[in-house]
């Protein structure tokens, strides 16, 4: 079993940065690849960003790319996301996960196994 926390969100004027953190606690984490997820009122679920478990391979959704920077303290057994240049489009319910599969990074809901509860980021224009 794992356990996931998010925290960090909130309420961010456009251009304006967060960082949100993801605490595991339940199992090894550093074995498992971890992702982050968002979901904006009326949308689905959607793959924002996904590392490794060493952290030495990123993946981003083509939104985020140049903006989002995930990373990992293993020792810590927490996930980040630092989101800067945010958008009014940026607004959604931001979850982590994480993939135990240990089959590289996934890209879809069905390829992690546990979910945080998600944390609100609200980007006014």
């Known amino acids: 079993q794992v356990q996931l926390v998010e925290s960090g969100g909130g309420l961010v004027q456009a251009g304006g940065s967060l960082r949100l953190s993801c605490a595991a606690s339940?199992?090894?984490?550093?074995?498992?690849?971890m992702g982050w997820f968002r979901q904006a009122t009326g949308k689905e679920r959607e793959f924002v960003a996904g590392?490794?478990?060493?952290?030495?391979?990123?993946l981003y959704a083509d939104s985020v790319k140049g903006r989002f920077t995930i990373s990992r303290d293993n020792a810590k057994k927490t996930v980040y996301l630092q989101m800067n240049s945010l958008k009014p489009e940026d607004t959604a319910v931001y979850y982590c996960?994480?993939?135990?599969?240990?089959?590289?990074?996934?890209?879809?809901?069905?390829?992690?196994?546990?979910w945080g509860q998600g944390t609100q980021v609200t980007v006014s224009s």
């Open positions: 996960a994480a993939d135990i599969r240990q089959l590289g990074i996934g890209v879809r809901e069905y390829e992690y196994n546990y």
């Open positions: 590392i490794s478990w060493s952290g030495g391979s990123t």
């Open positions: 339940g199992r090894t984490f550093s074995s498992d690849a």
